[in-house]
C-alpha cells in the first residue's frame, strides 16, 4: 500500500491493544483474550468434510459461484428469515468474506469524492474505511431516516449490532427502506449476526413485511463466519436489488473476486444444516450468561445486547481505555468502544468467543 492509500484510511485500531494485550498475558492462569469476535470452536465435521471432498478443483470458479451454493443461500434466507422470492441466478452473488464486500463495495459501485456514505454511530470500522478507500465522505448517523442534508449514495444498517449487540425493530426498518427509496439510497444491511438474537428476533431488511415483497435499493449482507464457524474459509453472500447485484457481478468478474469452488462446497453444506447452529448458539448463550453474571456481580454495567456475540459493558469508574487496563489487570482482554465511534467512549464490548474454560477462568477472576 502506497503512503497516500494508507494516509486516507483510518488507522487499524487493533494495533492499539497491544500493551494491554501484554499485560493481560502476563496473568499467572494466562489471558482470556475477549477482544475479537474470532470463532474459537471447531468446524462442523459435516463442512470439512463437503470441503474435502471438493479439494480436486483445478479450474477457475466462476464469480457468480456454482447453482449449488447460490440455491442454498437462497433456500436459507427463506427457511431461517423468512426471505422468499430472491432469484439465485440474478438476486445472490457469493463473495470473499463480508468483510471484503463492505470495504469494496462503494469502489465497486463507483461511490466516490463528493458522495456521502452513512455508517452507524456505533459500528464496524470497516464501514468507515470502505467510503475513505472510495474517497466518499462517511458520516456516522443513529439512524439514517429523516437525513436529507447531502448527496448520499450508500447508508449502512448492522443489526444486531457489532459492538453494541443492539437489535433494530421491524418499524425502524420499515423506515429506513421507505427514506431509501424515497431518496435513491442503497440501503445495505449487515445481518451476519443473524442467527443470533437473544432478547428479540432480529429480522431482515428483506422481510416482505419490512420491505413490502420488493427488494429495490436494498443488499443484505450475510456470512458464515459466525453462523458456522467458518471465519477461516471467508465465505459470504450479498443479496437484493437484482440490478446492484448485476452491477456487483459485471464488475467483480473484471477484478477476479471469485470464491473458491470448495469453499462454495462447503457454504452450500453449511447453509443446508441447521443442527450445528442450534448447537453454537447454546455455547454462546452459556458463555453471555456466564460473563453477564459475573460482570453485572463485579460492578460493570451491561446494556443492550440483546444480540449478537459481544456483550457492550461500561464501569462506573472508568472511561474506556480505563475499562480496558482495568480488565487487563485480571487478565482479560477486551475491546475498547471508542473502536467503534464517539458514542462508545464510556464502554467495552465483550466478545462471547473464548472457549468454555477461558469463559470460566474470567467470571472466576471478576468474583476476585
Avoid at 468446524?43 to 471432498?53: D, H, K, Q
Avoid at 449487540?165 to 435513491?184: F, H, K, M, P, Y
Amino acid at each position: 500500500m502506497t503512503e497516500k492509500t494508507s494516509s486516507r484510511l483510518p488507522d487499524f485500531p487493533w494495533d492499539k491493544l497491544v500493551p494491554y494485550k501484554e499485560k493481560a498475558a502476563a496473568h499467572p492462569d494466562g489471558i482470556v483474550d475477549l477482544s475479537i469476535g474470532s470463532p474459537v470452536d471447531p468446524v462442523p465435521p459435516l463442512i470439512r468434510t463437503a470441503l474435502a471432498e471438493a479439494a480436486d478443483a483445478p479450474a477457475y470458479p466462476t464469480t457468480l459461484g456454482t447453482s449449488v451454493a447460490r440455491q442454498a443461500a437462497v433456500d436459507w434466507m427463506t427457511r431461517r428469515l423468512g426471505v422468499p422470492g430472491v432469484d439465485p441466478q440474478r438476486g445472490v452473488l457469493p463473495v470473499i468474506g463480508t468483510k471484503e464486500l463492505i470495504m469494496l463495495l462503494p469502489t465497486l459501485l463507483g461511490v466516490g469524492a463528493g458522495d456521502t456514505v452513512l455508517i452507524p454511530d456505533l459500528a464496524y470500522p470497516t464501514y468507515e474505511a470502505g467510503a475513505a478507500l472510495a474517497r466518499a465522505t462517511s458520516l456516522p448517523v443513529t439512524t439514517p431516516i429523516g437525513y436529507d442534508a447531502g448527496p448520499v449514495r450508500i447508508a449502512y444498517l448492522n443489526s444486531p449490532r457489532n459492538p453494541s449487540g443492539e437489535i433494530t425493530s421491524a418499524e425502524e426498518l420499515r423506515q429506513a427502506v421507505e427514506w431509501a427509496r424515497a431518496n435513491d439510497v442503497l440501503l445495505v444491511s449487515d445481518e451476519c449476526y443473524a442467527e443470533f438474537g437473544w432478547d428479540a428476533k432480529p429480522a431482515s431488511v428483506l422481510h416482505p413485511d419490512i420491505c413490502g415483497g420488493s427488494h429495490a435499493n436494498l443488499l443484505a449482507v450475510h456470512s458464515l463466519s459466525k453462523r458456522s464457524n467458518l471465519a477461516g474459509y471467508r465465505a459470504g453472500f450479498v443479496a437484493g436489488d437484482e440490478q446492484v447485484v448485476t452491477e456487483l457481478l459485471a464488475v467483480r468478474k473484471h477484478a477476479g473476486l471469485m470464491v473458491p469452488a470448495p469453499i462454495q462446497a462447503a457454504m452450500a453444506v453449511a447453509f443446508a444444516d441447521d443442527e450445528h447452529v442450534e448447537e453454537q448458539r447454546g455455547r454462546y448463550l452459556r458463555r453471555r450468561e456466564v460473563l453477564r453474571e459475573a460482570l453485572t456481580a463485579a460492578g460493570w454495567v451491561i446494556s443492550l445486547s440483546q444480540g449478537g456475540l459481544y456483550l457492550w459493558a461500561t464501569h462506573p469508574s472508568y472511561d474506556a481505555y480505563g475499562s480496558v487496563a482495568a480488565l487487563a489487570e485480571l487478565g482479560i482482554l477486551v475491546a475498547p468502544g471508542v473502536f467503534y465511534g464517539a458514542a462508545g467512549e464510556r464502554h467495552v464490548r465483550v466478545a462471547l468467543t473464548g472457549t468454555d474454560e477461558r469463559v470460566d477462568a474470567a467470571a472466576k477472576r471478576l468474583a476476585g
